[in-house]
């Protein structure tokens, strides 16, 4: 099965830049949607950025688009979100998911949708 394993998060000070990594130690998620979502305290679970199976289609919320990258890795069963330009309103726990779907280059971006999901990492911005 697909086991996803987050690391990358920390705290940076405003305009700083972070590099949040989503590694498969389990079954290979080539062909996958994945995607990444964050949930800051008393909030719900925001889309952030997600990539399509194929790897060839990507979509950003308004909020991240220009600051946010979202790619993937297929030699290390990896998926990276690279963050720029942060603000303290993207402080949360960040989580990555994936979804097995037949159409690889489908753009998901609910979270109801993914059915594996990582552990999440904090992301901290200070003023």
């Known amino acids: 099965q697909v086991q996803l394993v987050e690391s990358g998060g920390g705290l940076v000070q405003a305009g700083g830049s972070l590099r949040l990594s989503c590694a498969n130690s389990g079954r290979t998620f080539s062909g996958y949607a994945m995607g990444w979502f964050r949930q800051a305290p008393g909030k719900g679970r925001e889309f952030v950025a997600t990539m399509s199976g194929s790897g060839d289609n990507t979509y950003y919320a308004d909020s991240v688009k220009g600051r946010f990258t979202i790619s993937r890795d297929n030699a290390k069963n990896t998926v990276y979100l690279q963050m720029n330009s942060l603000k303290p309103e993207d402080s949360a726990v960040y989580y990555c998911?994936?979804?097995?779907?037949?159409?690889?280059?489908?753009?998901?971006?609910?979270?109801?949708?993914?059915?594996?999901w990582g552990q999440g990492t904090q992301v901290t911005v200070s003023s």
């Open positions: 998911a994936a979804k097995s779907t037949h159409y690889s280059g489908t753009i998901y971006t609910r979270h109801v949708e993914f059915g594996y």
